[in-house]
């Protein structure tokens, strides 16, 4: 039996029989393209004032001193309509200027780069694994054909506990692994943005299948001694996804909370969460997830826009967890020996090319230019009234974003997103690289990315980037920033000494 290799956080095939994600050609569901065109009408209001303004202050700018004199004595004989309109005025501007959302900045981000004596070479990892009694012949070269097939290089990282002989899966060990990259994060990210700990006032840390007590963001609030009135979140479950899950629980937050900082982290725990059973569909996350994680400063600061390196534009959050095949594509479980593991159904690359096209239906309206939507929805309306057949017009994202950071979940979710989004090669390049040097990190991968496309020297000022991940429930999520000048990778960045090596060759 033949495997292939994919998706979000180790989306693979167990059959002969190949499934893609589904042509986003056939067909789009018209209600999500209503819902992106509800977010453009939320906003028309504003498009429309911008041009109302621009032409009285031209009108204003003609008037000559006379003009101005004669006004005064015609509203001398209307005073109670000069008031009333004052008054008015005074209104509509506080009620602007008090409902318009506050800029989100991304001041910085760094990536955790474990060490060198936690990498992990294709032929240490099937040595360990022939040490596990518990894997079968089978189950071996099973992983070894997902490990040639997905992507990764031969320096990605495992936990320390997973390095020992037998493995360490305990409670005491896992909580090293969050340790460690957590505050290995966080200590780069006060070191180079000279933040006190103390001026966080939220903090939003997401892990999928590690969440003990007290909590992840309770650990962080302890070794950082972070406030007494800290708004903390520890989401769980969520997913590679979770990522832009926390990003925008924090954009809420900096809505209503004025002047503050909120630091988003974002990582996976593997040391308990490694399958010891023989089911095929729960070995592949042992092949493809590894140590990775983040740490992002936000701010709502207007003074922080100078040293910020992005401005948040939008996030998109899809769910498709009503539908029941979706809900279950990616499910933790116990195999039928009581070994616990997350299971990945055959239907999941068809379930996140669902998510992603009701995900990009929603996200069109708020990113492409004017020309791309009347296309896109002039053919629809085409194809509802005439033809069924006639394909719907796929916009080109391109026009809309410089730089794509899409999850790096596996080797054959980035093929099929590079095909049906008619993306290049360097589009997709960051996602792939990633993928090899540092493998599936789960819900930091798109900081990785980030990291790398910074790297290589190519992010200007004005330059748009859109991060995309899937995650387990099934969802999928976008997150778009805008560069606010030309971005130099941060200090320390986990690219810093191995750059010039990428990007590298890779066989298919």
């Known amino acids: 039996m033949e495997a292939k290799e994919p998706v979000n956080g180790g989306s693979v095939q167990i059959r002969t029989e190949t499934r893609k994600l589904p042509n986003f050609l056939q067909s789009v569901n018209m209600k999500y393209v209503k819902l992106g065109y509800h977010y453009l009408i939320t906003h028309l209001f504003k498009l429309c004032l911008v041009p109302l303004i621009a032409v009285l202050i031209t009108e204003i700018s003609r008037l000559t001193p006379d003009d101005l004199y004669h006004l005064w004595?015609?509203?001398?004989?209307?005073?109670?309509?000069?008031?009333?309109?004052?008054a008015l005025a005074v209104f509509g501007s506080t009620v602007f200027i008090m409902t318009r959302?506050?800029?989100v900045y991304l001041v910085d981000y760094s990536c955790y780069l474990p060490p060198a004596s936690l990498q992990v070479k294709y032929q240490k990892f099937m040595d360990h694994s022939k040490l596990i009694e518990e894997f079968n012949d089978s189950s071996l070269e099973f992983q070894r054909?997902?490990?040639?097939?997905?992507?990764?290089?031969?320096?990605?990282?495992?936990?320390?506990?997973l390095h020992s002989i037998p493995p360490r899966p305990t409670m005491v060990a896992a909580r090293e692994e969050a340790e460690q990259v957590m505050f290995g994060s966080l200590d780069k990210l006060f070191e180079n943005t000279k933040i006190n700990p103390r001026d966080i006032g939220v903090l939003v840390v997401n892990c999928s299948l590690f969440n003990p007590t007290p909590s992840l963001s309770a650990m962080i609030v302890n070794k950082y001694k972070l406030r007494g009135n800290v708004k903390s979140f520890n989401l769980g479950g969520m997913g590679c996804s979770a990522g832009v899950i926390a990003i925008d629980l924090a954009k809420d937050m900096l809505q209503v909370h004025r002047n503050t900082y909120a630091v988003v982290v974002s990582t996976e725990n593997i040391t308990q969460n490694w399958y010891f059973g023989n089911r095929k569909a729960m070995l592949i996350p042992n092949c493809l997830f590894r140590v990775g994680g983040t740490a992002v400063l936000l701010s709502n600061k207007p003074r922080d826009r100078r040293r910020s390196k992005y401005k948040m534009v939008h996030t998109v959050r899809t769910h498709k967890g009503a539908d029941e095949k979706a809900f279950n594509c990616v499910y933790q479980e116990q195999d039928e020996n009581g070994k616990t593991g997350v299971s990945l159904s055959k239907d999941l690359m068809a379930i996140a090319g669902e998510a992603l096209k009701a995900n990009i239906?929603?996200?069109?309206?708020?990113?492409?230019?004017?020309s791309e939507q009347i296309l896109f929805f002039a053919t629809l309306v085409a194809k509802k009234l005439f033809n069924a057949k006639l394909k719907p017009y796929i916009p080109d994202f391109k026009l809309a974003f410089d730089h794509f950071c899409i999850h790096a979940g596996g080797r054959a979710v980035i093929d099929e997103l590079e095909k049906n989004l008619q993306l290049s090669q360097r589009h997709v390049e960051a996602s792939r690289m990633t993928l090899h040097?540092?493998?599936?990190?789960?819900?930091s991968s798109i900081w990785y990315e980030l990291a790398y496309i910074e790297a290589k020297g190519r992010m200007k000022k004005g330059n748009r980037v859109w991060q995309i991940a899937f995650g387990s429930g099934f969802k999928c999520?976008?997150?778009?920033w805008v560069?606010?000048?030309n971005v130099k990778p941060s200090v320390s960045s986990p690219w810093e000494h191995c750059i010039d090596r990428y990007p590298v060759k890779l066989d298919h």
Request: hydrophobic share 40%; charged share 15%; aromatic share 6%.
């Open 483 to 485: 560069a606010l000048h």
């Open 437 to 443: 040097r540092f493998g599936n990190t789960s819900s």
């Open 361 to 370: 239906t929603t996200l069109g309206p708020l990113v492409l230019p004017i």
């Open 477 to 480: 999520n976008s997150a778009v």
């Open 145 to 161: 054909k997902i490990l040639e097939r997905s992507g990764l290089g031969e320096e990605t990282y495992l936990p320390e506990a």
């Open 73 to 86: 004595l015609h509203l001398q004989y209307n005073l109670v309509a000069f008031i009333l309109l004052s």
């Open 101 to 103: 959302p506050r800029s």
